[in-house]
């Protein structure tokens, strides 16, 4: 079956029917210019096909092939529309009456073209509209159709063969959302939320090498701790070029180190104490039947929670945990975490202890019980506000249907007035049945457990924190040296008083240093390997001293890294914020702290980690993301 020029059969690319849609424009542009009308040899249809026989490439009425060999209509591609590809650099075919076709080009004539053009249509005939006058009016129909498509931004049919035209360019106006999200700048985020939590290790990782914070000179190391007793910090510049040989890098880095801490044992570890049996297993405790040597224990323990009570009071200490076999304290200066006074944060806690407390007179709050008893309400009146109002018009068209029935509405109110109180021990209305003898009345203590059963359910649980401020803080201080739950009276910690933990030095204090190591490893990206290098602290990391170590790796890594936190369980909901918010005209003093100014800043603020606590930090490009 003969193909004739012009037609596809397959289905194409647009790009592919455009190529050989010049292509053809090209040949039979050649074909029509010279005299005799033959084809040229370039043609890419049959050299015995004439051009009457050209089955026109666009939309239109379908034309008859005469000379076509099997006869009947060629059928039209659905996917080829000239119309839609328009560019003032294509060419074109017009259609003469007799149905043959003539190429012609929309850009400026050679005047030898021009001069086959006359030739050409005078050969035509008279009769016949000569050729360069057909041009114009199809050029006029056409710019009157760009004329008309200018007003559009963004046109599909143009945008869809964009690629091809080489020659034009022209600025193509972008919608939003074609704007790449790279070039929208992120916030840049220079700080990340405190979080009061204690931590157990920290595992931070960067494609830089950590090793300068291995093997500090001896030098260095002398001076990183005097700095820290002396609270004297030198200044790094934002970022490094070479931290291995900085040495105000790593001063500064054994500076950050450094926490105090009483009791001090030597072969026992005491963080954490909360879970901690195995520790002291098989270990020496001769204090465990010596009562002598407990109440000496005791007693410098007494003077050590005092003396830090003085600090903390005397704005000379930010904050210090007081760490049991059973519940740990967190003690807060005034200004920190957002409280216009000393605070005390405990957890967990149980109902016994809440009642002891009670009973020496501490007041203290549910922080997490009341914010969740305020949501609840919220919510029961927002999803009954509807059914009250229908009970209400409900009562008050009983109440006018019984205006006239007195004896029944007093029966009814006799009926109606039981309420919460005979829960109390009221059960008067069994003597009228006469069978008061025959049920047992529940007695006060049933009741009062029935009604505490939300209290005894919160033991041990993260919303059994409390939360104690003001000056009760000082009767709380005094509750725990005398306290003899305080102390295990038994098991593996037996007469081993709480570990105090604090940034500062504090009477009868030891100081101590975290464990920090530095390994590099090969880590797999995709198909490839990376040599990260890590860097793993262990020990009790104190609020402090897990900002300031981040500040350091900020300017040695050059604002990129990432880091894992493991949060000690029960402190973990020490984030809760306190109900007394600092006002504006409270801010206080803070510089006695022996702490960064930044991170003093920081630790100002109160927390918005809730009941949570940080698990992962990441910086790039010194812009911080967590996850809690």
Same mark, same amino acid.
């Given at each position: 079956?003969?193909?004739?020029?012009?037609?596809?059969?397959?289905?194409?690319?647009?790009?592919?029917?455009?190529?050989?849609?010049?292509?053809?424009?090209?040949?039979?542009?050649?074909?029509?210019?010279?005299?005799?009308?033959?084809?040229?040899?370039?043609?890419?249809?049959?050299?015995?096909?004439?051009?009457?026989?050209?089955?026109?490439?666009?939309?239109?009425?379908?034309?008859?092939?005469?000379?076509?060999?099997?006869?009947?209509?060629?059928?039209?591609?659905?996917?080829?529309?000239?119309?839609?590809?328009?560019?003032?650099?294509?060419?074109?075919?017009?259609?003469?009456?007799?149905?043959?076709?003539?190429?012609?080009?929309?850009?400026?004539?050679?005047?030898?073209?021009?001069?086959?053009?006359?030739?050409?249509?005078?050969?035509?005939?008279?009769?016949?509209?000569?050729?360069?006058?057909?041009?114009?009016?199809?050029?006029?129909?056409?710019?009157?159709?760009?004329?008309?498509?200018?007003?559009?931004?963004?046109?599909?049919?143009?945008?869809?063969?964009?690629?091809?035209?080489?020659?034009?360019?022209?600025?193509?106006?972008?919608?939003?959302?074609?704007?790449?999200?790279?070039?929208?700048?992120?916030?840049?985020?220079?700080?990340?939320?405190?979080?009061?939590?204690?931590?157990?290790?920290?595992?931070?990782?960067?494609?830089?090498?950590?090793?300068?914070?291995?093997?500090?000179?001896?030098?260095?190391?002398?001076?990183?701790?005097?700095?820290?007793?002396?609270?004297?910090?030198?200044?790094?510049?934002?970022?490094?070029?070479?931290?291995?040989?900085?040495?105000?890098?790593?001063?500064?880095?054994?500076?950050?180190?450094?926490?105090?801490?009483?009791?001090?044992?030597?072969?026992?570890?005491?963080?954490?104490?909360?879970?901690?049996?195995?520790?002291?297993?098989?270990?020496?405790?001769?204090?465990?039947?010596?009562?002598?040597?407990?109440?000496?224990?005791?007693?410098?323990?007494?003077?050590?929670?005092?003396?830090?009570?003085?600090?903390?009071?005397?704005?000379?200490?930010?904050?210090?945990?007081?760490?049991?076999?059973?519940?740990?304290?967190?003690?807060?200066?005034?200004?920190?975490?957002?409280?216009?006074?000393?605070?005390?944060?405990?957890?967990?806690?149980?109902?016994?202890?809440?009642?002891?407390?009670?009973?020496?007179?501490?007041?203290?709050?549910?922080?997490?019980?009341?914010?969740?008893?305020?949501?609840?309400?919220?919510?029961?009146?927002?999803?009954?506000?509807?059914?009250?109002?229908?009970?209400?018009?409900?009562?008050?068209?009983?109440?006018?249907?019984?205006?006239?029935?007195?004896?029944?509405?007093?029966?009814?109110?006799?009926?109606?007035?039981?309420?919460?109180?005979?829960?109390?021990?009221?059960?008067?209305?069994?003597?009228?049945?006469?069978?008061?003898?025959?049920?047992?009345?529940?007695?006060?203590?049933?009741?009062?457990?029935?009604?505490?059963?939300?209290?005894?359910?919160?033991?041990?649980?993260?919303?059994?924190? %409390?939360?104690?401020? !003001?000056?009760?803080?000082? $009767? @709380?201080?005094?509750?725990?040296? +005398?306290? =003899? &739950?305080? #102390?295990?009276?038994?098991?593996?910690?037996?007469?081993?008083?709480?570990?105090?933990?604090?940034? %500062?030095?504090?009477? !009868?204090?030891?100081?101590? $240093? @975290?464990?920090?190591?530095?390994? +590099?490893? =090969? &880590?797999? #990206?995709?198909?490839?390997?990376?040599?990260?290098?890590?860097?793993?602290?262990?020990?009790?990391?104190?609020?402090?001293?897990?900002?300031?170590?981040? $500040? @350091?790796?900020?300017?040695?890594?050059?604002?990129?890294?990432?880091?894992?936190?493991?949060?000690?369980?029960?402190?973990?909901?020490?984030?809760?914020?306190?109900?007394?918010?600092?006002?504006?005209?409270?801010?206080?003093? @803070?510089?006695?702290?022996?702490?960064?100014?930044?991170?003093?800043?920081?630790?100002?603020?109160?927390?918005?980690?809730?009941?949570?606590?940080?698990?992962?930090?990441?910086?790039?490009?010194?812009?911080?993301?967590?996850?809690?």
């Amino acid at each position: 079956m003969s193909q004739q020029a012009g037609y596809s059969p397959n289905f194409k690319r647009p790009a592919e029917i455009m190529r050989m849609r010049r292509k053809r424009a090209r040949s039979e542009a050649g074909v029509f210019s010279s005299p005799s009308g033959q084809g040229s040899t370039g043609s890419p249809g049959p050299s015995d096909a004439s051009p009457g026989c050209v089955r026109p490439f666009s939309p239109g009425p379908l034309f008859n092939t005469q000379n076509r060999s099997g006869g009947g209509v060629k059928r039209r591609n659905p996917f080829a529309n000239i119309e839609n590809t328009y560019s003032p650099k294509k060419k074109f075919l017009i259609y003469n009456d007799d149905g043959n076709a003539e190429a012609a080009a929309q850009t400026e004539k050679s005047p030898e073209k021009e001069g086959e053009e006359d030739a050409s249509t005078k050969s035509e005939g008279p009769g016949v509209l000569p050729f360069s006058s057909r041009l114009t009016e199809v050029e006029k129909q056409e710019r009157q159709s760009i004329s008309n498509k200018k007003c559009l931004t963004f046109s599909e049919d143009d945008s869809l063969f964009e690629e091809e035209e080489e020659d034009v360019k022209s600025p193509l106006l972008k919608s939003p959302q074609a704007i790449a999200p790279a070039s929208i700048a992120p916030p840049v985020c220079t700080e990340y939320p405190a979080d009061w939590s204690l931590k157990t290790r920290l595992l931070f990782t960067s494609p830089l090498s950590l090793s300068w914070s291995e093997h500090p000179k001896a030098q260095e190391q002398a001076l990183g701790l005097s700095q820290h007793c002396r609270a004297q910090f030198s200044p790094l510049p934002h970022s490094l070029q070479d931290p291995k040989s900085c040495s105000e890098l790593r001063c500064a880095f054994q500076q950050s180190l450094a926490y105090w801490q009483h009791p001090s044992l030597p072969w026992i570890s005491l963080f954490p104490r909360i879970n901690a049996e195995r520790s002291f297993t098989g270990k020496s405790t001769p204090w465990a039947q010596d009562t002598t040597l407990q109440q000496s224990l005791m007693s410098e323990w007494s003077v050590s929670v005092s003396s830090l009570y003085s600090l903390l009071k005397a704005r000379l200490c930010p904050y210090f945990y007081v760490c049991s076999y059973q519940f740990t304290v967190l003690f807060r200066a005034a200004g920190l975490g957002g409280s216009s006074s000393i605070s005390a944060l405990i957890s967990p806690t149980t109902r016994g202890l809440r009642e002891a407390m009670k009973a020496e007179g501490i007041e203290f709050s549910l922080p997490l019980v009341e914010e969740r008893r305020k949501s609840r309400e919220q919510h029961n009146l927002t999803v009954h506000q509807g059914e009250e109002e229908e009970q209400k018009e409900k009562a008050q068209e009983s109440s006018e249907l019984k205006e006239g029935e007195d004896c029944q509405a007093g029966d009814e109110g006799d009926n109606g007035g039981y309420n919460d109180d005979d829960e109390d021990g009221s059960f008067s209305w069994l003597k009228e049945m006469g069978v008061q003898d025959k049920i047992k009345k529940p007695d006060n203590i049933l009741i009062q457990l029935r009604k505490e059963g939300n209290a005894v359910s919160l033991d041990h649980k993260p919303e059994s924190v %409390v939360c104690v401020e !003001g000056s009760h803080t000082f $009767t @709380l201080i005094n509750f725990l040296i +005398n306290c =003899k &739950s305080l #102390v295990a009276a038994a098991g593996s910690q037996a007469g081993l008083p709480p570990t105090l933990l604090a940034p %500062v030095a504090f009477r !009868g204090a030891t100081m101590h $240093t @975290l464990k920090a190591r530095s390994v +590099n490893v =090969k &880590s797999q #990206v995709g198909s490839t390997y990376q040599n990260i290098s890590s860097l793993e602290i262990t020990g009790p990391i104190l609020p402090s001293s897990l900002h300031t170590v981040t $500040t @350091l790796l900020r300017s040695a890594q050059k604002g990129n890294f990432s880091g894992t936190l493991y949060t000690h369980a029960p402190t973990a909901v020490m984030n809760t914020p306190t109900t007394k918010e600092q006002g504006p005209g409270g801010s206080v003093d @803070l510089s006695g702290f022996g702490l960064q100014p930044a991170s003093i800043q920081q630790l100002q603020q109160p927390s918005s980690l809730g009941k949570t606590a940080l698990t992962h930090i990441n910086m790039n490009n010194y812009s911080y993301t967590w996850k809690n």
